[in-house]
């Protein structure tokens, strides 16, 4: 037993590549004033792609719908900015609270069924909420999308601080809510329900046969990630003023997928590090030829799949060589 908790407390150590991670992406807000808008959507995809991670790289649970709670977390936001109050730190926690109440109700989709039902499932669980917003364009704002959600100061310790036009406060409030939530996964991913995750996800009947129960981590992870996915989607609606149907769309559940599938799996810094590969090949690849950025993409993923991943070591088996 003391050996088991002596692997899983080395396991759990920080590395030096964690801190100098963290450390620049609160320099980036330092080093980088004049790019604050993008540095937010970096941001902010940067935390949907580590809320997919925790489903697909530790629980093995393929989703092509992730955008659901993405989208719900953003309209949630935005509502509740408009109908009720405007402050940010109350609308982000609405956005998480009914997010993982969503992911908890949807949970039970996932649990039965191959990889492929899991794939048509949270697809369509994707496709219905986007026809629900669609529908109820009254309060949503349907096709024009909900426009004009002004949002309320930023209140710190250190004072408020309203959003402005260069999205500078914007972008450190969502950078603390990314590396809040990387600080939160982390605990999780190390923790005893971690290790045993990346065992269901490795080999889902030894896991039940040694008498874990392999449908309550499932619920569990997949209501984090869901969480995690709204408050994404969350500080989207809320640094942009604007909820549209598109955050429900296809393109966001297969765009965070692309992320995961730059920066790799299982190791929750893939996210970030995707992240920021995929929005500045967005940037510079379409100010350069806007109208065929997607085929440059493409052919970038595929010389990475055919070439970079045959002979480079993945993320996942670096981060164990790099563990002791």
Not at 190 to 197: A, N, T
Not at 210 to 227: E, H, P, Q, T
Not at 270 to 294: C, E, M, R
Request: hydrophobic share 60%; proline share 3%.
């Amino acid at each position: 037993m003391s050996a088991s908790l002596e692997g899983l407390r080395a396991h759990a150590r920080w590395r030096w590549w964690e801190f100098a991670v963290l450390a620049a992406l609160v320099a980036s807000w330092f080093a980088l004033p004049g790019r604050a808008l993008l540095l937010n959507e970096i941001a902010t995809l940067a935390l949907f792609a580590v809320s997919l991670d925790l489903i697909l790289g530790y629980a093995g649970i393929v989703s092509l719908g992730h955008a659901a709670f993405f989208g719900f977390g953003a309209y949630a936001a935005a509502l509740f900015a408009k109908l009720v109050m405007p402050d940010p730190w109350v609308g982000l926690g609405v956005a998480v609270v009914g997010s993982a109440v969503l992911g908890a109700v949807s949970s039970v989709l996932i649990l039965r069924g191959s990889d492929l039902t899991r794939l048509m499932v949270t697809l369509g669980e994707a496709a219905i909420l986007y026809e629900l917003a669609n529908k109820f364009d009254g309060l949503t704002g349907g096709a024009d999308g909900l426009q004009g959600v002004a949002m309320g100061p930023v209140v710190t310790p250190f004072g408020r601080f309203d959003f402005d036009i260069g999205g500078r406060v914007a972008f450190a409030y969502s950078l603390f809510v990314l590396v809040t939530a990387l600080l939160v996964a982390r605990r999780v991913v190390h923790s005893p329900l971690g290790v045993s995750l990346q065992a269901l996800r490795d080999n889902r009947l030894r896991v039940a046969s040694i008498g874990l129960s392999v449908n309550a981590r499932l619920v569990v992870v997949y209501i984090l990630a869901a969480a995690l996915a709204g408050a994404a989607g969350a500080l989207v609606a809320q640094t942009s003023g604007f909820a549209s149907l598109d955050l429900f769309d296809f393109h966001r559940s297969a765009d965070v997928m692309l992320v995961l599938v730059i920066g790799g799996t299982g190791y929750l810094y893939g996210g970030v590090f995707g992240a920021i590969v995929f929005k500045l090949l967005h940037d510079i690849i379409s100010a350069w030829t806007p109208q065929y950025w997607n085929f440059w993409l493409g052919l970038f993923l595929v010389v990475l799949m055919l070439v970079g991943r045959e002979r480079l070591l993945s993320p996942r088996q670096w981060w164990a060589r790099s563990t002791p």
